[in-house]
């Protein structure tokens, strides 16, 4: 026997099959830690999301902006423990460095990410929510 796999064999062929062996029943939970800033994007209808996304592609942190103010008109966060207006002000913070850091490209790209996630969001909640008919 040899330590090495040879030159025409496999690494996964030299080594005993991993998968084949039967579960051993463990359950692994992956939850994201998200910050305050990224915490404070809003659950938004799905239409108004893209609406952000599409702004804050083309003039960084304005999307943004316009997501703080449906935070004031109800929309959810993950950050139920805070108050409206102190999520409105992070959401108005996170537009603040998007548009100061856009000179220089950081803010740009940070502002497309924030409106991908505006999308993602908005399409978990709407899956959440059944339709009223």
């Not at 994007?41 to 003039?59: E, G, K, Q, S």
Request: proline fraction near 9%.
């Amino acid at each position: 026997m040899e330590p090495f796999p040879k030159d025409g064999e496999s690494a996964a062929a030299a080594e005993p099959s991993r998968g084949a062996a039967p579960s051993s029943g463990v359950v692994v939970q992956v939850r994201e830690k998200k910050g305050p800033l990224r915490a404070a994007i809003p659950y938004m209808p799905f239409p108004v999301a893209v609406i952000c996304l599409f702004l804050n592609t083309f003039v960084p942190g304005l999307g943004t902006f316009v997501s703080a103010f449906t935070v004031l008109c109800g929309a959810r966060t993950d950050l139920p423990d805070r108050h409206m207006c102190c999520v409105f002000w992070l959401n108005i913070a996170a537009a603040l460095i998007q548009i100061l850091t856009a000179i220089v490209m950081v803010g740009w790209i940070m502002s497309i990410f924030w409106g991908m996630d505006m999308v993602i969001l908005a399409s978990k909640y709407s899956a959440l929510i059944p339709p009223t008919s």
